[in-house]
């Protein structure tokens, strides 16, 4: 999977593209990360979860079966729905990819599953180290966007757990151990589209279709009180 610096930066750039801003943003750059939070490979979670849970199974039909279930939040682009979708999404769009990728390459070869995941992770890793975000809230805020967060089923976290994701992602320490490594399959331009890629289909296949009816409740509301 997409390392959570990976899952920020494409958050951010799809957070410009839908326009958001203050509150609304951070909840939607929470979103990003929120599916992996439960799982607690990685923050000393109160709360642990299975990942087939929180992410709604196990392969690219993650983020069908969060939509249909969510189908009202994210057609309202809520922001904290839609940046859990927008994770799952960008999940299952990496994976297949990398998996579709490699079966049809010279270094496919002869490599188990087990093999190929590693590769995987290694270059996603030194992907990460090329962005550097946190959430960067306050214990306040931490505390709203736990209330809101636990709107969305499969969460349960707490304003500390959100306040130790900030810690992680400033922790140097992982980044600076991998420092010089080189991509083993990936290369940094191909990251690059492959972001760029994701953010755009997805705002194709959820975001504008609902924008547009969002406006086009507004303008009739508009007219009605005319």
């Known amino acids: 999977m997409p390392s959570w610096n990976i899952h920020l930066e494409a958050g951010n750039r799809l957070a410009d593209k839908m326009k958001l801003s ?3 943003r951070k909840e939607f750059l ?4 929120l599916p992996d939070i439960n799982n607690g490979y990685i923050n000393k979670v109160k709360i642990k979860k299975e990942h087939g849970e929180t992410h709604y199974a196990f392969d690219e039909k993650s983020s069908m079966n969060f939509y249909a279930e969510n189908k009202a939040h994210i057609d309202a682009l809520e922001p904290i729905f839609v940046g859990y979708l927008f994770h799952l999404y960008t999940d299952g769009y990496f994976n297949y990819d990398f998996y579709k990728s490699i079966k ?3 270094l496919g070869d002869g490599l188990d599953h087990v093999a190929k995941r590693e590769i995987k ?3 996603f890793w030194i992907y990460d180290m090329n962005f550097h975000h946190d959430l960067g809230v306050s214990h306040s805020e931490a505390l709203e966007l736990a209330k809101i967060a636990n709107k969305v089923p499969a969460t349960d976290i707490t304003a500390e757990d959100i306040e130790d994701v900030d810690r992680i992602l400033n922790d140097t320490e992982f980044a600076n151990a991998m420092a010089g490594e080189a991509y083993k399959f ?3 331009e191909r990251l690059d589209r492959l972001m760029n890629d994701v953010i755009a289909s997805f705002m194709y296949n959820y975001v504008m279709e609902a924008q547009s009816k969002e406006g086009a409740k507004s303008a009739g509301v508009g007219k009605s009180n005319a």
């Open 104 to 106: 049809h390459s010279e």
């Open 22 to 24: 203050g509150k609304t």
């Open 186 to 188: 990936y290369t940094k």
């Open 30 to 33: 929470l979103g990003c990360l």
């Open 121 to 123: 992770h290694h270059d």
